[in-house]
């Protein structure tokens, strides 16, 4: 399956965003998805997964009750919303799929799109 993310961009702080991430090339409705970042000189880290149907979320305690992950499987799309955007958000956010829910290691990941929140 192939990933590509969109809607990054630069937001002030208290802002909000949201990230799409569009897949093709497979059954959208057989993978689990998620949300990564990775800010500059840190490790990628987990930000939200979703089930397969959508009915189950999980959140990384620093995004919880700001971010909401959603997805659309008519149209093949997962989504991020960002309320409350954070400067300690900034970081280039990876959607990825994986036919299990929250795998140690997930099989296909999109390119990235870059946010940017000034303070």
């Known amino acids: 399956v192939q990933l590509v993310e969109s809607g990054g961009g630069l937001v002030q702080a208290g802002g909000s965003r949201r990230l799409s991430c569009a897949a093709s090339?497979?059954?959208?409705?057989?993978?689990?998805m998620a949300w990564f970042r990775q800010a500059p000189g840190k490790e990628r880290e987990f930000v939200a997964a979703?089930?397969?149907?959508?009915?189950?979320?999980y959140y990384a305690d620093s995004v919880k009750g700001r971010f909401t992950i959603s997805r659309d499987n008519a149209k093949k799309m997962v989504y991020l919303q960002m309320n409350s955007l954070k400067p300690e958000d900034t970081a280039v956010y990876y959607c990825?799929?994986?036919?299990?829910?929250?795998?140690?290691?997930?099989?296909?990941w999109g390119q990235g799109t870059l946010v940017t929140v000034s303070s």
């Open positions: 990825a799929a994986d036919p299990d829910l929250l795998p140690a290691e997930y099989d296909y």
């Open positions: 979703i089930s397969w149907s959508g009915g189950s979320t």
């Open positions: 090339g497979g059954t959208f409705s057989s993978y689990a």
